[in-house]
């Protein structure tokens, strides 16, 4: 290689240093500006504890619906929402209960089956939903009481 091939890479090889250290100069961090989380202002309340069951007794070896509120009067739950929660059944939630939903307690179906109430949501067993605003209440459905009658059980939500 000759004198004039060894400056030009020697030039070459400067050049290049320079544009990657004014370009590393150029993108020196100042500073970084750290946002906080935002909680949701979102609330889910119990209203009472433990809840009323109405009707207050079933008959062995029928089928229907139980109602847990608070009074006639007081939801069991009241959500300003809407939020995202997860409800969790403790496992005497089973047979001959099959399916455990919420309805609005002012809608205008109070009775009947759980999924015609109004603005009925089914819950499931660790899954989350998104779950409006609104005064809520209790309805489990049932299958074939037995001799023992139904079983309490305890619903837990976490956000």
């Known amino acids: 290689m000759n004198k004039r091939n060894r400056?030009?890479?020697t030039l070459a090889a400067f050049l290049v240093a320079m544009t990657v250290g004014i370009g590393t100069a150029i993108a020196v961090t100042l500073f970084y500006h750290h946002m906080p989380g935002v909680s949701v202002s979102a609330t889910i309340t119990r209203n009472c504890d433990p809840?009323?069951?109405?009707?207050p007794g079933v008959t062995v070896g029928t089928n229907g619906q139980e109602t847990f509120w608070c009074s006639p009067?007081?939801?069991?739950?009241?959500m300003t929402g809407p939020l995202t929660a997860t409800?969790?059944?403790?496992d005497t939630f089973r047979?001959?209960?099959v399916s455990l939903w919420l309805y609005k307690a002012d809608g205008n179906v109070l009775t009947g089956n759980c999924s015609v109430r109004t603005g009925a949501l089914q819950l499931q067993n660790n899954t989350a939903m998104t779950l409006p605003a609104g005064n809520f209440n209790y309805c489990a459905e049932y299958f074939d009481v037995?001799?023992?009658g139904l079983k309490s059980f305890i619903v837990k939500w976490d956000a």
């Open 7 to 9: 400056s030009m890479l």
């Open 51 to 55: 809840t009323v069951a109405d009707p």
């Open 73 to 78: 009067t007081s939801s069991a739950i009241t």
């Open 87 to 90: 409800p969790t059944f403790t």
């Open 95 to 97: 047979a001959p209960y």
């Open 146 to 148: 037995p001799d023992s």
